[in-house]
């Protein structure tokens, strides 16, 4: 079982920058990708950025050059720098943890609102 505890979320202007950051804790076999997803109101859950054990990064085009993931392996910690926001980032950020290979396994955090203003 995995437990993830996100922090970092607020208000801020847009222009603005703000940190996420996604800590896994409990028993758990090791965790492949770590990343963030985010959903805004009325739309679907929407990927955002991702991150393999070995750094591999993906991002959705809509946040390439804006926002910087990256991960700690020791502390089991993904982290979302998101620089020059913009009020169409607003959303509730949700981590998400994964294992593809057997025992498989994924699980998402709580969620964490972003809200930017104009």
């Known amino acids: 079982q995995v437990q993830l505890v996100e922090s970092g979320g607020g208000l801020v202007q847009a222009g603005g920058s703000l940190r996420l950051s996604c800590a896994a804790s409990?028993?758990?076999?090791?965790?492949?990708?770590m990343g963030w997803y985010r959903q805004a109101p009325g739309k679907q859950r929407a990927l955002v950025a991702t991150?393999?054990?070995?750094?591999?990064?993906n991002y959705a085009d809509s946040v390439e050059g804006r926002f910087t993931i990256s991960r700690d392996n020791a502390k089991n910690t993904v982290y979302l720098q998101m620089n020059s926001l913009k009020p169409e980032d607003t959303a509730v950020y949700y981590c998400?943890?994964?294992?593809?290979?057997?025992?498989?396994?994924?699980?998402w955090g709580q969620g964490t609102q972003v809200t930017v203003s104009s």
């Open positions: 991150m393999t054990t070995g750094g591999f990064t």
């Open positions: 409990g028993s758990f076999f090791s965790i492949n990708t």
């Open positions: 998400n943890v994964r294992r593809s290979t057997l025992p498989s396994y994924a699980y």
